[in-house]
């Protein structure tokens, strides 16, 4: 897959669904701790989300990130290697979320 071009799909998606909430790029750059300025550059592909600002754009937004990654590109997303994409993806989150949690929960 083409780095760039998937940062302008995800970028545009988020944007898309960014509107139909109803928020400004200034909320979304505060509720992720960045400048409005950056936020701008990752909507519009010229830079990529990291993978913990995915997730907290689909918190916010309300979508979760398989929807995402399904509506950017649902051909490839099909396929293995975006399958395990998504699942790298969700060792990151459980990771980021341990983490800023304190680390794991007691059973």
């Given amino acids: 897959m083409n780095e760039q071009l ?3 799909e995800f970028g545009a998606e988020i944007a898309r669904l960014r509107k139909l909430k109803g928020y400004s790029q200034e909320y979304m750059a505060i509720q992720l701790g960045i ?3 950056t936020y701008s550059k990752k909507e519009s592909g010229e830079c990529g989300f990291s993978d913990a600002q995915l997730f907290k ?3 916010i937004l309300e ?3 398989d929807e995402l ?3 950017v590109n649902p051909k490839e997303y099909a396929k293995s290697d975006m399958l395990a994409l998504k699942e ?3 060792e990151k989150v459980i990771a980021w979320l341990l983490n800023e949690l304190g680390g794991p929960m007691p059973i």
């Fill in 6 to 8: 998937n940062k302008k």
């Fill in 35 to 37: 400048d409005a300025s």
């Fill in 88 to 90: 790298k993806f969700k």
């Fill in 69 to 71: 990654f399904q509506r």
């Fill in 57 to 59: 754009c689909s918190l």
């Fill in 63 to 65: 979508f979760s990130v």
